[in-house]
């Protein structure tokens, strides 16, 4: 199982991602989209990378974006599960 | 434009989706399954029915289930339009 991370590790990985937010125990990132059909796009390519990596983002799906949180539930907080996968997300949108 | 609903036509619409929850503004149903990937498939059935009626619902994907939720924003409130594709999204779930 993947370990969570200390505050300090979580600062040194946001660095990773500057276009996410950090909350409390998640991260997220809003995607922008001017069709409704390229977020449902987006969505699905969001969905076969997190099979593949076997973890899974909660999404929402709104017209004009899609907004994709991440947090690894087995550890109760962020682990590389979340920012492996994030990293992965931001080359895909 | 699709006319906003009078209290008494939504309390008459909802009996034809008695699984939706009515909100203030809004129908919502939330649809389960046992693997993420049947809950993506169900969005790309949702989302096609959406582009067809052209109004597009908001969805919540986690592990589990996908939340629905309906509204006309141009009429600030519930229409035909919401209930007409409810009772269509009911019929892929």
């Not at 505050?7 to 950090?22: S, V």
């Not at 991260?27 to 922008?32: C, D, L, V, Y």
């Not at 977020?39 to 899609?66: L, Q, S, T």
Request: proline share 3%.
């Amino acid at each position: 199982m993947a370990e969570r991370l200390s505050p300090e590790a979580i600062e040194e990985a946001m660095k990773r991602i500057p276009e996410w937010e950090l909350e409390e125990s998640s991260i997220s990132r809003t995607f922008e989209f001017e069709e409704y059909m390229d977020g449902i796009g987006f969505v699905n390519k969001v969905a076969a990378a997190a099979e593949e990596a076997n973890h899974h983002p909660d999404m929402e799906v709104r017209y004009g974006w899609v907004d994709v949180s991440l947090s690894t539930h087995d550890a109760e907080g962020l682990t590389d599960l979340d920012f492996d996968l994030a990293q992965k997300i931001d080359s895909l949108g």
